[in-house]
């Protein structure tokens, strides 16, 4: 066996340069990359490795857990078939990217992470960074990981890197499995020579592939929706992934099942389709929560059917409801007692169209889904429509850019009060238009997200939506984007706190109590005294970012043209009211537990109405 004296680290990136993803004959690399930032933990190793390996190019980060999301928002964009590589030291920079990490699986989107480990050695420890353990010595900070990899492997021996890589790609590149997977790579260990075979550095492509569904459950499915009388389809993320859109649209346009869109599958069809109903569940819109209410069959496409797409289990109150699910992952597929038709969802609709050529829904009930579809456009140009104020409402800011915005260009939100927004307003005209993470909605995840979204596409325009809360949880990925010369559009709608929360807070009875950014009030001892003499926009140009201050939507129209002239990443700051032009409609809820005893009024009604609407939850067998 021809063999090659490699480090463990430089073997390792001698394997992932070699790794290839292909579906439907296309090919591309597995990995764009790697991001990290070096520490005592994986400067001699990975770091050397890295500085000897040109080809596979080293990007430098702000924050460890921004290059997870980076890398996400990457993945995202590639449909999952290509990601980067992160390596980080041990301890803190190890524990920084678990956030991310639990995000990107959530997510299902595949990344790599590479964080240093103590030494296997264990003659200097305690290392500085590590977490000692009386019970064990062989627990660092990286058994943390575990639960939020759907890989997890620490190396101890360079020879394991054989056995080990392999499972790894498995399952980045598995639909069905993939996730954050995590090497933990001891800091001695990356640094120690091995005669690796030279096989394993060859070229090898991981066929992505379609799987077909059973053919029997097929059958069973086409005759349940033959039966049905109100179906409904709720497109999940799935749909996008699986680059389902256009057999999407051939099998609703055949059968005229209206469609309700999840926020990863928001764009499934484009917003102006006649059966498309829109947001789905707790931040959806009236005609696709009439609609999932009544619906006899739901047709589950590529969702994880999260408390949002159900409202909290709210939103199907048919007694005879029942559920196909169409899902690669096994697991989504049986969700809510379904008929599980598990594989891929383009394959899987292109083969109901042709068990479903002589089924089409009352001509009376598309025709409702048509009506509903034109007039939650109006609704939409209701909330779009600036209002001559003193200041802007955030629904008039997403107006504002939508209307500028391109077909092809991109928007991208992960948390506060805009997600919800953007469901149910946004005109998604490209399906990769609209990219939501709202598995974990974490904040942090925009301008980090925003810089892979516009490494996977350089040349699409990426609008960050981002609040003022999220700006300050994780503003440095700006210095990133300017340093790789990836330009980002953010668009910082600052409305001094959280309004999301804020306003939960209040739904619940606690009047938003602990959601404004203000000095604490000496008279009374809570947060709210002055608003405090924070100026974001100052900041963001301390970060290099080129920025507009908005005062109105016209300035604000005004930035947005000198914006797109732009090539380095600017910011749009803008101030906004925190007051919400759209409330939940028809049936949408959220289930957010009220306190059972309180000495507040507001506490108490509340519950009671908590306690009312907690009668629609149900299960389904
Ligand atoms: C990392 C993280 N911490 C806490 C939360 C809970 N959370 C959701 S939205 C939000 C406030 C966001 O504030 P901002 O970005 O200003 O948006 P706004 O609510 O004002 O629209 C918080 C604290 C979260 N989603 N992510
Ligand atoms: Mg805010």
Same mark, same amino acid.
């Given at each position: 066996?021809?063999?090659?004296?490699?480090?463990? !680290?430089? &073997? #390792?990136?001698?394997? +992932?340069?070699?790794?290839?993803?292909?579906? @439907?004959?296309?090919? =591309?690399?597995?990995? %764009?990359?790697?991001?990290?930032?070096?520490?005592?933990?994986?400067?001699?190793?990975?770091?050397?490795?890295?500085?000897?390996?040109?080809?596979?190019?080293?990007?430098?980060?702000?924050?460890?857990?921004?290059?997870?999301?980076?890398?996400?928002?990457?993945?995202?964009?590639?449909?999952?078939?290509?990601?980067?590589?992160?390596?980080?030291?041990?301890?803190?920079?190890?524990?920084?990217?678990?956030?991310?990490? !639990?995000? &990107? #699986?959530?997510?299902? +989107?595949?990344?790599?992470?590479?964080?240093? @480990?103590?030494?296997? =050695?264990?003659?200097? %420890?305690?290392?500085?960074?590590?977490?000692?353990?009386?019970?064990?010595?062989?627990?660092?900070?990286?058994?943390?990981?575990?639960?939020?990899?759907?890989?997890?492997?620490?190396?101890?021996?360079?020879?394991?890197?054989?056995?080990?890589?392999?499972?790894?790609?498995?399952?980045?590149?598995?639909?069905?499995?993939?996730?954050?997977?995590?090497?933990?790579?001891?800091?001695?260990?990356?640094?120690?020579?091995?005669?690796?075979?030279?096989?394993?550095?060859?070229?090898?492509?991981?066929?992505?592939?379609?799987?077909?569904?059973?053919?029997?459950?097929?059958?069973?499915?086409?005759?349940?929706?033959?039966?049905?009388?109100?179906?409904?389809?709720?497109?999940?993320?799935?749909?996008?992934?699986?680059?389902?859109?256009?057999?999407?649209?051939?099998?609703?346009?055949?059968?005229?099942?209206?469609?309700?869109?999840?926020?990863?599958?928001?764009?499934?069809?484009?917003?102006?389709?006649?059966?498309?109903?829109?947001?789905?569940?707790?931040?959806?819109?009236?005609?696709?929560?009439?609609?999932?209410?009544?619906?006899?069959?739901?047709?589950?496409?590529?969702?994880?059917?999260?408390?949002?797409?159900?409202?909290?289990?709210?939103?199907?109150?048919?007694?005879?409801?029942?559920?196909?699910?169409?899902?690669?992952?096994?697991?989504?597929?049986?969700?809510?007692?379904?008929?599980?038709?598990?594989?891929?969802?383009?394959?899987?609709?292109?083969?109901?169209?042709?068990?479903?050529?002589?089924?089409?829904?009352?001509?009376?009930?598309?025709?409702?889904?048509?009506?509903?579809?034109?007039?939650?456009?109006?609704?939409?140009?209701?909330?779009?429509?600036?209002?001559?104020?003193?200041?802007?409402?955030?629904?008039?800011?997403?107006?504002?850019?939508?209307?500028?915005?391109?077909?092809?260009?991109?928007?991208?939100?992960?948390?506060?009060?805009?997600?919800?927004?953007?469901?149910?307003?946004?005109?998604?005209?490209?399906?990769?238009?609209?990219?939501?993470?709202?598995?974990?909605?974490?904040?942090?995840?925009?301008?980090?997200?925003?810089?892979?979204?516009?490494?996977?596409?350089?040349?699409?325009?990426?609008?960050?939506?981002?609040?003022?809360?999220?700006?300050?949880?994780?503003?440095?990925?700006?210095?990133?984007?300017?340093?790789?010369?990836?330009?980002?559009?953010?668009?910082?709608?600052?409305?001094?706190?959280?309004?999301?929360?804020?306003?939960?807070?209040?739904?619940?009875?606690?009047?938003?109590?602990?959601?404004?950014?203000?000095?604490?009030?000496?008279?009374?001892?809570?947060?709210?005294?002055?608003?405090?003499?924070?100026?974001?926009?100052?900041?963001?140009?301390?970060?290099?970012?080129?920025?507009?201050?908005?005062?109105?939507?016209?300035?604000?129209?005004?930035?947005?043209?000198?914006?797109?002239?732009?090539?380095?990443?600017?910011?749009?700051?803008?101030?906004?009211?925190?007051?919400?032009?759209?409330?939940?409609?028809?049936?949408?809820?959220?289930?957010?537990?009220?306190?059972?005893?309180?000495?507040?009024?507001?506490?108490?009604?509340?519950?009671?109405?908590?306690?009312?609407?907690?009668?629609?939850?149900?299960?389904?067998?």
């Amino acid at each position: 066996m021809s063999t090659i004296r490699l480090t463990v !680290a430089q &073997a #390792t990136m001698e394997y +992932l340069k070699k790794q290839y993803t292909e579906r @439907d004959g296309q090919e =591309q690399a597995l990995f %764009a990359g790697c991001f990290g930032i070096f520490g005592h933990g994986n400067l001699a190793g990975f770091g050397q490795a890295l500085q000897q390996t040109p080809d596979f190019r080293y990007y430098l980060v702000r924050n460890e857990q921004a290059a997870v999301h980076t890398a996400v928002g990457f993945a995202k964009m590639k449909n999952r078939l290509s990601t980067f590589a992160c390596t980080s030291s041990i301890g803190p920079g190890a524990t920084n990217m678990l956030t991310a990490a !639990a995000g &990107a #699986t959530i997510n299902r +989107l595949p990344v790599l992470l590479m964080p240093g @480990d103590i030494f296997a =050695q264990r003659t200097v %420890a305690p290392v500085l960074q590590q977490l000692e353990s009386a019970q064990s010595q062989d627990i660092s900070v990286n058994d943390c990981f575990k639960p939020v990899s759907k890989y997890w492997d620490r190396i101890n021996r360079p020879e394991q890197l054989i056995t080990a890589l392999p499972e790894a790609m498995r399952v980045l590149t598995s639909p069905a499995d993939t996730g954050a997977v995590t090497l933990c790579v001891p800091q001695d260990v990356q640094a120690e020579a091995f005669d690796f075979p030279l096989e394993m550095f060859e070229k090898r492509v991981w066929h992505v592939p379609r799987p077909r569904p059973d053919k029997h459950a097929l059958k069973r499915a086409a005759d349940l929706i033959r039966s049905s009388r109100k179906p409904m389809i709720i497109a999940g993320g799935g749909v996008i992934y699986s680059e389902a859109e256009q057999v999407l649209k051939e099998l609703v346009h055949l059968t005229g099942i209206p469609v309700g869109e999840t926020f990863a599958g928001k764009g499934s069809l484009p917003y102006n389709d006649p059966h498309n109903l829109g947001a789905t569940g707790a931040t959806g819109t009236e005609g696709a929560n009439v609609f999932s209410n009544a619906a006899d069959v739901v047709i589950g496409i590529g969702t994880r059917y999260s408390d949002f797409t159900t409202a909290s289990k709210t939103a199907f109150q048919n007694s005879d409801v029942k559920f196909i699910n169409i899902n690669i992952t096994e697991f989504d597929a049986y969700k809510h007692g379904g008929l599980a038709l598990t594989g891929d969802a383009r394959v899987i609709m292109e083969e109901l169209i042709s068990e479903l050529k002589d089924y089409k829904v009352e001509e009376a009930y598309r025709n409702k889904a048509a009506e509903y579809n034109l007039s939650w456009d109006e609704k939409v140009a209701q909330a779009y429509k600036a209002e001559e104020k003193d200041l802007p409402s955030q629904s008039e800011v997403l107006g504002a850019v939508n209307e500028f915005m391109e077909a092809e260009d991109v928007v991208l939100c992960a948390s506060g009060s805009a997600p919800g927004d953007l469901h149910k307003l946004w005109r998604t005209r490209s399906s990769k238009g609209f990219h939501l993470e709202y598995g974990y909605s974490c904040m942090g995840y925009e301008i980090s997200g925003g810089l892979g979204a516009k490494m996977a596409c350089p040349d699409r325009e990426i609008y960050v939506i981002l609040g003022d809360g999220g700006y300050l949880m994780m503003p440095s990925e700006i210095v990133t984007s300017l340093q790789e010369g990836y330009k980002l559009t953010i668009i910082l709608i600052d409305n001094n706190g959280f309004a999301s929360i804020g306003g939960l807070s209040k739904s619940i009875g606690g009047e938003g109590f602990g959601t404004k950014y203000a000095y604490r009030n000496k008279q009374t001892g809570q947060l709210d005294g002055d608003p405090l003499p924070v100026d974001l926009a100052m900041n963001a140009e301390s970060l290099g970012a080129r920025v507009f201050k908005a005062s109105d939507i016209p300035s604000f129209n005004q930035a947005l043209k000198e914006a797109r002239k732009e090539e380095r990443t600017t910011v749009i700051h803008i101030h906004t009211v925190p007051e919400r032009k759209m409330a939940g409609y028809g049936y949408a809820w959220w289930d957010v537990p009220v306190a059972e005893v309180s000495k507040s009024e507001s506490v108490q009604k509340a519950r009671e109405s908590y306690v009312e609407q907690k009668k629609n939850q149900r299960y389904f067998f």
